[in-house]
Structure formats: C-alpha cells, structure tokens
Nanobody, 121 residues
Framework: QVQLVESGGGLVQAGGSLRLSCAASGGTFSRYTMGWFRQAPGKEREFVAAITWSGGATSYADSVKGRFTIYRDKSKNTVYLQMNNLKPEDTAVYYC??????????????WGQGTQVTVSS
C-alpha cells in the first residue's frame, strides 16, 4: 500500500518562502512519477509541478514557473516543493501524488492527505 505524507505547510507573508515535503512509502519508487497539485476554496484541483523519480525530468504550471522548484531525495524516498516569492493566489491545500505510468500531468493513482498553505498580503 503506497502512502504519501505531506508536511511543511503553514502561514507566510507574500514574498516569503515555504518548503513542502512528501514522504513516500510502501512502493518501488524508482518507477514512480511524483507530482504536486493544489486546490483553493471554490476551485478545482490544479497541477503545480511534477518530477520523474529516476530521470529527474520536471514540469511546472505556468503560474509557478521561476518561483517553485520540485526535487527529490531518493535516499529518503521524499519529494520536495520549494516555494519562493509566494503570492496570495498560491493559497490552497497542496497535495502530493504518485503514478507509475510516467505521466507528468494526469493519471495519478495515489494521493496524500494535503497540507494547507496560506499566503497573507
């Protein structure tokens, strides 16, 4: 059973930074693509960033390019989302997800419970 546990959310002022972590367990993560998604109140969940576990290829939503960085530590089975220059519109619940198809934007099978990020203006 694959389990994903996010941490690192919180309240930050606009322009500040946060680093989210996603600890993965219960699977062979050399085959998994890992992604971050977010859902703001009253809005649909949207793609934020993704990384292939072995190859290191990454993809970002246009709204976060140049501000967010996704990376992974294979030795810890953990994926991180470094978020810089945060804006109030980044406020959302952030979810970690995993899939074994190598897809970056869709097709995620496993999801974490989410972590709240709130950016004040």
């Amino acid at each position: 059973q694959v389990q994903l546990v996010e941490s690192g959310g919180g309240l930050v002022q606009a322009g500040g930074s946060l680093r989210l972590s996603c600890a993965a367990s219960g699977g062979t993560f050399s085959r998994y693509t890992m992604g971050w998604f977010r859902q703001a109140p009253g809005k649909e969940r949207e793609f934020v960033a993704a990384i292939t576990w072995s190859g290191g290829a990454t993809s970002y939503a246009d709204s976060v390019k140049g501000r967010f960085t996704i990376y992974r530590d294979k030795s810890k089975n953990t994926v991180y989302l470094q978020m810089n220059n945060l804006k109030p519109e980044d406020t959302a619940v952030y979810y970690c997800a995993a899939n074994s198809r190598g897809l970056l934007h869709i097709g995620y099978d496993y999801w974490g419970q989410g972590t709240q990020v709130t950016v004040s203006s």
